[in-house]
C-alpha cells in the first residue's frame, strides 16, 4: 500500500515508484508500457517529471498522455513548458499544446496566444479561441469580444460559442457583470437559436430583479421558440422571482 506521509511528502514507497516509471520513459520500454507510466505520473508526477515529460511532447504517439501527466502537476514550471512548446510545435501536437494551455488557464500565455491568432491555420485558430475562453481573464475575455464585434474572417459561430464558453466561465468564477455583458453579445449575433437561448437563460438568471423585463418579453411573444424559452428561464428562478411574475409585477396582455 502506497502512503502519504504528513509533513514529508510523498513516502518511500511513491518515491520509488516515481523513480521507476520516470526510468521506464527513458528505457527502451513499449510504447504501451511508456503510456502507462504517463498515465501513473499524472497521479503522482512531481517538479521531477517535468523534464522526462517535456521530452515526450514532441512524440506523435506519447504527446497527448506526457501533456495530461503535465497537466496534473501543480506547478509554474509546467506552464512554462507548455509555453515554450508553442514555439516548436506544429500541426495536431501544437493544438493539443493550446488545449492544455486552455485546461490550466494560464494567463501569461494571452498575449502570445493572441500574436498567433492571425497567422495560424484554421484548426490551430479554433484551438486559441477555445483556450482563450477557458483562461477567462479580463485581457482573454475582452479579446475574443473584440473579435466577435469584428471577426476578420475568423467564424462568427466559432467566436460566438467562445465567448459563450467564456461567460460561462467568468460566471462560474463570480465575475457576473462581465459575464451579463458577453451574454448580450452573444445574443446580437445571428448564432444558431440553440446558443442564443442559452445566452439569454444566463443572463435571465444571473440578472435577477434586472432580468425580469427580458423574460417578460419571451413570455409575451407570439413566437412558440421564444415563448418556451420563456417558460425555461421561469423555471430556473428563485422562489421570490416565481412570486414577482405570479404577483403581477410582470404584466401580460391578452
Request: charged residues 20%.
Amino acid at each position: 500500500m502506497i502512503l502519504w506521509t504528513a509533513g514529508t511528502g510523498y513516502s518511500d514507497e511513491v518515491s520509488e515508484l516515481h523513480t521507476i516509471l520516470t526510468s521506464e520513459l527513458t528505457s527502451e520500454a513499449s510504447l504501451h508500457d511508456k503510456g502507462v507510466a504517463c498515465r501513473r505520473l499524472a497521479v503522482i508526477g512531481t517538479d521531477d517529471s517535468i523534464p522526462i515529460l517535456e521530452k515526450l511532447l514532441s512524440d506523435v504517439e506519447l504527446s497527448h498522455l506526457a501533456r495530461v501527466a503535465l497537466e496534473a502537476i501543480p506547478s509554474k514550471r509546467v506552464d512554462a513548458v507548455f509555453r515554450r512548446q508553442l514555439e516548436s510545435a506544429h500541426g495536431n501536437l501544437l493544438v493539443g499544446i493550446i488545449d492544455s494551455i486552455g485546461n490550466r488557464r494560464d494567463a501569461e500565455a494571452v498575449p502570445v496566444l493572441l500574436r498567433m491568432v492571425p497567422s495560424s491555420t484554421p484548426e490551430v485558430q479554433a484551438a486559441i479561441l477555445y483556450a482563450l475562453s477557458d483562461i477567462a481573464t479580463m485581457e482573454s475575455s475582452e479579446a475574443l469580444r473584440n473579435m466577435l464585434k469584428a471577426p476578420a474572417g475568423l467564424s462568427t459561430s466559432l467566436l460566438a460559442d467562445c465567448v459563450m464558453r467564456c461567460a460561462d466561465r467568468l460566471a462560474n468564477d463570480g465575475n457576473t457583470d462581465n459575464a451579463i455583458a458577453m451574454y448580450q453579445l452573444v445574443r446580437s449575433t445571428s448564432a444558431n437559436k440553440n446558443l442564443l437561448d442559452a445566452a439569454t437563460l444566463a443572463m435571465i438568471r444571473l440578472s435577477k430583479e434586472a432580468g425580469l423585463p427580458l423574460l417578460a418579453d419571451l413570455l409575451r411573444s407570439s413566437s412558440d421558440s421564444q415563448f418556451a424559452s420563456g417558460l425555461q428561464a421561469a423555471r430556473l428562478l428563485p422562489a421570490d422571482h416565481d412570486r414577482a411574475i405570479c404577483g403581477g409585477r410582470i404584466k401580460f396582455t391578452a
